[in-house]
């Protein structure tokens, strides 16, 4: 099979899509871009999208060597490993950027909720409650933005996972083939 890379990557993410679909069918999805008054959880969402992009077109790319075995021959297992490398650092860095962005949302969250407390209001209970609104939102924007930002990354890395795999199956042979002089 010229295409196994993508078919393993294809067969994963069934469940975490299927997953996706449920959340989106009880309401939870759409709770989390409500709740999110800063847009994070949109940016959050295009980088994790532009990354899986990224890890497809990757498993294509590495499908292809792997049929076509040409490109690597008589490299050093030096350079294939720093090639791969290099094809992966963009793919690691967009999932560590989503945990970033939760947890920056997780601080304008609670900022956005302390602004709502004036400290000379509060022996007001009327006051108070109705700054509790403004803290329970800015906690909404804290929570959703890191649960957003965390599940991507998870699940962003056990797409790495099945790549590095076939990078790696990719190296293993170059170690088989003796270096042209």
Known sequence: MK???????????IVPL?????????????KSYA???TNIVYLITAIFIVAMGLVFYRARQIDDELHESTWWVGQTSEFVQLTFENRLNPIV??????VVLGL????VGFIFG?????PNTMADLSTMLASLGTILQGVGIAFYTTLIGSIGDIWLGFNILILTG???QLQLRTLKRPVAA
């Not at 860095?93 to 989503?98: E, I, R």
């Not at 920056?104 to 601080?107: A, E, F, K, S």
């Not at 302390?114 to 004036?118: Q, R, S, W, Y």
């Open 3 to 13: 295409y196994r890379t993508i078919a393993k990557l294809i067969a994963f993410n």
């Open 18 to 30: 299927v997953a996706l679909f449920f959340a989106w069918v009880f309401g939870l999805v759409q």
């Open 35 to 37: 709740a999110d008054s």
């Open 93 to 98: 860095y967009m999932g560590y950027s989503l």
């Open 104 to 107: 920056i949302g997780t601080v």
């Open 114 to 118: 302390l602004n709502g407390i004036d």
């Open 166 to 168: 076939a990078m790696n």
